[in-house]
């Protein structure tokens, strides 16, 4: 039975790099029936430690649907049977095996002080040579008293290992070091906790990023003198900024996933994002739902090779997905974001503008600027039209006489012909006998409707109007435009 964890330290905000290595350990446990997916928080670096952070992780894992089986949940308890799941609280687990391996003569106490371990960087660097703590390995370290660095006592020698995404892989003794294990504050470091954890919790698969790669020698080395079998490993390439060829970072414009939320997008289009970083089924198809990315994953198609965050891409996805969710459901999405007229409309009137303008939201945060004018009568704005490519070349008395024919011709409609078919029909009357181009006659009629930059198609719009508020709107534009 797969287990998978996630592992985030709650230092911060949560960008979607992690939050991409989250969604890959999570799909690989639900592909396979039974697995599990494991939430651990790995808080030992107090000095890093950030108010709120967990609850952010907490908050944005729910959203996405990234439902974990094990570890702290929003309500303050925990579930699973391998807790806690706080690292700092799991100092006795830490304290046991360190103790394991202080008696099998694998780990000591380190008796130098900050200054004296500089000294040997230092020396190192003078000698141009690289620094190794087992370099300096006392001979007779003190008894640990908890006070002190506890270090692993590695074994320098050349290991090799199977990746699931980077494939096979090497390290040499050079990378072997005696890093430290327990810190002076009692606290032990990631290079260590993490291992005990995987080993206590029964991880069987660690999908983390590249950037450990690096220490696996002294981690399997580690897991050597511990007499435990390491886990299979999975290393996430990096996530490439938009421009550049540098991982991905804050400065880039790399927001949290809840800042992605708040700003209108849909938590399938961030899954889809997310998972096409990286991953593909083998196919040209671009657009996947949850439940077939978790038919479809698997390790075996995680490219070695640095994704690219492509931003553009993502509100692609968005518009796409925005389209596809089930009316009620989006309707229901939608609630926060109405504009300030929208917010007091009727539910069933909203339900209908939603549905014609969703089309050209590209995220739900658009939706002020695409409905408000169904809610409220817009101001007019001649200024718009007179920047618009094809209609300022046409002098404002043509413009006015084109409206005017549009209102002759519209008021003529009766009420219970005022359909979506006679409308279409009249306007393309409307078309040959003014003998104009639909660039310009539809988009006059459009701007005089909905003083907006973009609007659902005319007959559309023109029934959630209705005929008397289309004709007053049409007649507003003219008197202004005088
Ligand atoms: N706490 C580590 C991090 O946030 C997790 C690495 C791992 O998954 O092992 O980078």
């Not at 290991?159 to 005696?178: F, L, N, T």
């Not at 291992?195 to 220490?215: L, N, P, W």
């Not at 539910?347 to 050209?360: A, C, N, Q």
């Not at 009568?377 to 413009?399: C, E, F, G, Y």
Request: hydrophobic share 35%; no cysteine.
């Amino acid at each position: 039975m797969i287990r998978t964890r996630f592992a985030p330290s709650p230092t911060g905000y949560i960008h979607v790099g992690n939050i991409r290595t989250a969604l890959f350990a999570y799909l690989l446990s639900r592909h396979d029936e039974g697995g599990s997916f494991i939430l651990r928080i790995e808080d030992t670096d107090q000095k890093r430690f950030v108010d709120g952070a967990e609850r952010a992780v907490l908050e944005t894992l729910q959203w996405l649907g990234l439902d974990w089986d094990e570890g702290p949940q929003l309500s303050g308890a925990e579930i699973g049977d391998f807790g806690p799941y706080h690292q700092t609280e799991r100092r006795e687990y830490y304290q046991r095996w360190a103790e394991k391996l202080i008696a099998a003569g694998r780990a000591y106490a380190d008796p130098y002080t900050p200054e004296e371990i500089q000294g040997f960087r230092d020396e190192a660097a003078r000698n141009k040579k690289a620094f190794r703590y087992r370099d300096h390995r006392p001979n007779n370290p003190p008894e640990w008293n908890g006070t002190q660095p506890l270090r692993f006592k590695s074994e320098p020698k050349d290991y090799s290992w199977h990746d699931e995404i980077m494939g096979d892989s090497a390290g040499g003794r050079d990378a072997v070091d005696d890093f430290i294990l327990i810190k002076s504050d009692g606290l032990p470091t990631y290079n260590f906790a993490h291992i005990i954890d995987d080993i206590e919790m029964k991880i069987t698969h660690v999908i983390r990023g590249q950037e450990f790669i690096a220490s696996m020698p002294n981690y399997l080395s580690l897991y050597e003198a511990l007499g435990e079998a390491p886990p299979i490993y999975a290393h996430m390439p990096h996530i490439l900024n938009e421009t550049g060829n540098k991982k991905l970072g804050k400065r880039d414009g790399a927001k949290s996933v809840n800042e992605y939320r708040a700003g209108g997008y849909l938590r399938e289009a961030m899954l889809n994002f997310l998972a096409s970083m990286g991953w593909n089924d083998g196919t040209e198809q671009e657009i996947f739902s949850p439940t077939e990315l978790v038919e479809k994953f698997t390790l075996s198609r995680v490219g070695r090779s640095s994704a690219r965050f492509d931003e553009k891409r993502l509100l692609w996805l968005n518009g796409q997905w925005i389209k596809r969710i089930e009316l009620d459901d989006l309707s229901e999405r939608a609630a926060d974001f109405w504009g300030e007229m929208g917010q007091k409309a009727d539910p069933d009137y909203k339900k209908e503008v939603l549905s014609i303008v969703r089309d050209r939201l590209k995220t739900l945060a658009d939706l002020p600027l695409l409905s408000e004018y169904f809610f409220s009568t817009p101001k007019v704005d001649w200024p718009m039209i007179d920047s618009d490519k094809q209609l300022k070349k046409l002098p404002r008395a043509d413009q006015i006489s084109l409206l005017k024919s549009a209102v002759e011709k519209l008021s003529k409609i009766s009420l219970t012909d005022w359909t979506s078919e006679n409308l279409q029909g009249k306007l393309n009357e409307l078309l040959s006998l003014t003998d104009s181009k639909p660039a310009v006659l539809f988009s006059l009629i459009r701007f005089a409707l909905t003083w907006a930059p973009f609007s659902p198609s005319l007959p559309e719009t023109m029934i959630l109007l209705g005929p008397d508020e289309t004709l007053a709107r049409l007649q507003s534009a003219i008197v202004a435009g005088k």
